[in-house]
């Protein structure tokens, strides 16, 4: 018989997922929610806001401020729902068959619902070591809020002792996954008539060379390794997304863009990788550029970056999220969290909360039943 969630659980989430808070949009309001109702039950919370005022983190402290604590971690932002055939308002929760529909029911709404529901029954246990809870914003633009968040932990000298990030692993422990380094690279040419075409310097086309080498670069890794085969794709990979070029078949275009990413095994640096993408560039692409045009060149930009996770199996936070989750073991997955964050920054993290990572990021995106009951049966022990 599949369990049911509380009714405070459940109304926890209808009111996170009435937030509209897909990433270009501010947060503020969401924070500020949470913020009265953590308030109005005497426990002070601590804003830290980005550059333009109009997003936040909040953390909170349950219990005593004398000792670190454990730290329940997740993020307020969502993905756009942009293009997407939604069955009803995704941005009004609603239950079908033993789950509930809703943009972030999945990622990672459910995780911030059981924690705030579990606020009176963390007060009532007179805890010996605090719960703090950290809620962040911009973590699918790159894991962007969290960084000002643990400057702010340094500022007030704030130590957890611990972190469990909520992300969907269908209440799994996890205690490694890979980093991540995004990035975007312009290529400027020269224009001319494709009549004239040796007189130009085609960025479509030098722009195609680095896409291949970068292709050679997976398949490298793909056949050489280094392998881990705790993950489901057990090798660091290189992956193009997007790319844009030309206006039209008889114009040598003069720029191209295109986004690529380094997702590395916790054991390997991403930025070796993208060093060594430097150096072919301009040692092998631009000189051939700049033979015919002297303003040509390539740009790298890097768009993102977070740590991998490696957390030791035999580590205090995974053992306390064993006990937690009533002992399952800990394993590793290919998609990055806060949690590598956390723990480049000296906290011990893993990730483990409920709903299921290939419900994520689609349209009618949910999270069932069974799983916030098994999410709240976590925070009971905890």
């Known amino acids: 018989m599949t369990e049911s969630p509380s009714t405070a659980t459940l109304a926890w989430l209808a009111r996170l997922v009435a937030h509209d808070t897909t990433s270009r949009n501010s947060n503020l309001a ?3 929610d949470v913020q009265a109702y953590l308030e109005d039950r005497g ?8 550059e333009t005022g109009t997003k936040a983190n909040l953390d909170a402290t349950i219990g005593p401020t004398d000792r670190p604590g454990v730290a329940l971690s997740g993020h307020t932002d969502v993905v756009p729902v942009d293009g997407q055939t939604w069955s009803r308002d995704p941005f009004t929760l609603y239950a079908a068959e033993g789950a509930y529909y ?3 029911t999945c990622d990672m709404k459910g995780f911030l619902a059981v924690c705030l529901a579990h606020v009176p029954a ?3 246990a007179r805890l010996h070591t605090p719960v703090h809870l950290c809620l962040s914003y911009d973590e699918e633009v790159g894991c962007l809020g969290v960084r000002t968040l643990l400057a702010d932990f340094d500022r007030r000298e704030i130590t957890p002792a611990a972190v469990i990030v909520g992300e969907p692993t269908s209440m799994r422990v996890v205690n490694g996954h890979k980093g991540n380094m995004s990035m975007c690279a312009r290529v400027q040419g020269r224009s001319c008539h494709s009549a004239l075409a040796p007189q130009g310097v085609n960025a479509l086309e030098y722009a195609a060379r680095i896409v291949t080498h970068l292709s050679d670069l997976h398949r490298q890794k793909q056949t050489q390794g280094p392998f881990d085969t705790a993950f ?3 090798h660091t990979t290189v992956h193009c997304g997007t790319f844009e070029s030309g206006t039209a078949q008889n114009i040598v275009p003069d720029e191209a863009q295109f986004t690529f990413e380094v997702r ?3 054991a390997e640096d991403p930025a070796a990788l993208i060093d060594s993408v430097t150096r072919y560039v301009r040692e092998e692409v631009e000189p051939a550029m700049r033979a015919v045009a002297p303003e040509a060149g390539v740009a ?3 768009r993102a970056h977070f740590a991998g996770l490696d957390t030791d199996p035999n580590a205090a936070v995974v053992r306390l999220a064993e006990a937690l989750t009533g002992g399952n073991a800990a394993s590793k997955v290919s998609f990055g969290t806060e949690a590598g964050l956390f723990a480049e920054h000296g906290i011990p993290a893993v990730v483990c909360g409920p709903g299921d990572i290939a419900q994520a990021h689609k349209a009618d995106e949910y999270v069932t039943a069974d799983q916030l009951a098994r999410c709240e049966a976590f925070m009971a022990r905890l």
Do not use: N, Y
């Open 122 to 124: 963390f007060q009532a």
């Open 43 to 50: 426990i002070p919370c601590t804003l830290t806001r980005d």
């Open 232 to 234: 489901e794709v057990p």
């Open 102 to 104: 809703g943009r972030g």
């Open 30 to 32: 969401l924070i500020e």
């Open 300 to 302: 790298l930009e890097q």
């Open 264 to 266: 590395a095994l916790p």
